[in-house]
């Protein structure tokens, strides 16, 4: 049996597909092109007739040095929540962009970075990448405004509680748009 040209070329593209799909070096990426893609999406605001409110800010979080939080803390403050895992390609993907604008908002917003992952794999990436973020895992259920069933998930939450980002996906958390908000919400 002879091997024509079409049947290595299929099975190259084969191979390559197999190599992004189930190996360290197709996470890598799928991690780029998230933040390609991420670099041009900014988190877009809920129309004020569709805000909900956070009626229950009762969550327990726990950080990686074992110190356990409420949630509760949050309430009557501009908080960012995000909820993330290190699996996760645009995750991963758009972490830079929140180290970024947690170092400039740290003192004027609540930020609550909630790991769906095992806390030895959360500090092993988070020290690989030299991130310092408030990290948490939960220790119950978050409130049902805060659930969802995909990751990335990130809210930006107003001083009244009302969820005014509710964004699934990657997107450039340290985009002009994003922090103009931010602005605004910690003057009202």
């Given amino acids: 049996m002879k091997i024509t040209k079409e049947q290595i070329g ?15 070096v197709g996470f890598h990426v799928r991690v780029w ?8 999406i900014s988190a877009d605001t809920v129309e004020d ?14 950080d990686l040095d074992g110190k356990r939080t409420d949630f509760q803390s949050a309430k009557g ?17 758009e972490l830079p962009k929140f180290v970024d604008l947690y170092a400039d908002y740290k003192d004027k917003v609540v930020f609550a970075f909630v790991a769906n992952d095992d806390k030895e794999k959360v500090e092993a990436f988070l020290k690989k990448k030299g991130y310092r973020l408030p990290v948490y895992l939960q220790a119950s259920s978050a409130p049902s405004e805060l659930e969802s069933s995909t990751i990335p998930a990130t809210y930006i939450i107003s001083k009244s509680g009302k969820i005014v980002v509710d964004e699934r996906g990657a997107a450039n958390w340290n985009s002009e748009s994003t922090r103009s908000l931010l602005d605004e919400l910690v003057l009202e």
Avoid: G
């Fill in 77 to 93: 403050k501009v908080a960012v929540v995000n909820v993330w895992a290190t699996w996760c390609p645009p995750c991963v993907a």
């Fill in 10 to 24: 299929n099975a190259i593209w084969i191979l390559a597909l197999v190599l992004i799909l189930f190996t360290p």
């Fill in 49 to 62: 007739d569709e805000q909900i409110t956070l009626e229950d800010y009762h969550w327990n979080l726990v």
């Fill in 33 to 40: 092109v998230s933040k390609v893609i991420a670099e041009v």
